[in-house]
C-alpha cells in the first residue's frame, strides 16, 4: 500500500504536515520531490522562474527577449 505525505525537513528529521497511521518505529521508503513554486499555482507556466533566470545565460544575446510568442517567429 502507498500513501502519499507532505513533511517538512527540519532539524535533520522529516515531520509529516499531519498525522500518519503507522506504528511507531515502522520502517518506509521515502521519494522525495521538493515543492516546487510552480505546481502551486503561483507561476503555473513558469514564466515568473524563466524571466528570473534570464540574467544567467552569459551566451543570451544583449537585450534579446525569450520568445513567449515563438509561434509568430517560427510560423510567418
Known sequence: MSTVVDAIYEDGVFKPEHPVNLEDKTKVHLVIEPACPAASGDDPTGWKTAEALM???KEAPEGEPIARDHDKD???
Open 55 to 57: 540574467g544567467f545565460f
Open 74 to 76: 517560427l510560423y510567418k
